[in-house]
């Protein structure tokens, strides 16, 4: 079954800097990759995804990028804020078969940003 | 307010009892999910239903089960035989399982085995 990595485990940066997770997934059947954003106490939320069509994609300070020959995907967070320390899932899925709707999360990166 | 609910958000159990989680959800999603979290290990899949009545095991179903008798309903029993139940379990759903369509997710029942 499909298998992904996720890091760094924790990330610590100061306020304005960027922060990058990396992920890596084993199935190059992938081709949808979303990525979560947790806070304290509550339920993951999507913040981005990005299909396997798609090689980069942008919203606001976010950004995914995908290279499906290295089989790894990215989050970049630029301008990071005090409100963007969480935790972050990446996560990885495949149409067709049973596999329809399931996703294979990464290991989580907990993302602390000092003011 | 559309959304998905979990209760409870805390929930004690003394070793041995099987106890039930409940997620509702009224956004009318075919699709729902459960989840179990770790820390450190992410989200792991316990079951996943696409219909009504019908539901599939994920990756770590043993000593779990659960029931899809209306869609805007699925509920979790963890039974005495789980070994380790003591976690984080959440609950998501989507539009359609057969598509890649944002899951959405509750706020989390934390279990406690005593």
């Known amino acids: 079954g499909e298998n992904v990595e996720q890091h760094p485990s924790t990330l610590s940066v100061q306020e304005g800097d960027s922060a990058v997770i990396k992920c890596t997934y084993s199935?190059?059947?992938?081709?949808?990759f979303p990525w979560y954003k947790q806070e304290l106490g509550k339920g993951p939320q999507l913040i981005i995804d990005?299909?396997?069509?798609?090689g980069e994609k942008k919203d606001q300070r976010i950004a995914v990028t995908l290279n499906k020959t290295a089989k790894h995907f990215s989050l970049h967070i630029t301008e990071t804020q005090p409100e963007d320390s969480a935790v972050y899932f990446c996560a990885a899925s495949k149409a067709g078969g049973t596999s329809y709707g399931k996703l294979t999360f990464g290991q989580g990166t907990i993302l602390t940003v000092h003011p | 307010d559309g959304g998905i609910t979990q209760s409870p958000k805390y929930l004690f159990r003394k070793e041995g009892q099987n106890v039930t989680l409940s997620c509702e959800q009224n956004l009318n999603h075919d699709a729902m999910y459960w989840y179990r979290q770790d820390p450190g290990q992410g989200l792991r899949l316990i079951y996943y239903?696409?219909?009504?009545?019908?539901?599939q095991k994920g990756d770590i179903a043993e000593g779990y089960s659960v029931s899809r008798e209306k869609k805007e309903s699925f509920p979790l029993t963890v039974t005495s035989a789980q070994k380790n139940p003591t976690a984080f379990y959440l609950c998501?759903?989507?539009?359609?399982?057969?598509?890649?369509?944002?899951?959405?997710f509750g706020p989390g029942t934390r279990l406690t085995v005593l």
């Open positions: 998501a759903s989507s539009v359609l399982a057969g598509v890649h369509n944002e899951q959405f």
């Open positions: 990005i299909r396997s069509n798609v």
């Open positions: 199935d190059s059947a992938s081709n949808y």
């Open positions: 239903s696409q219909i009504v009545n019908d539901f």
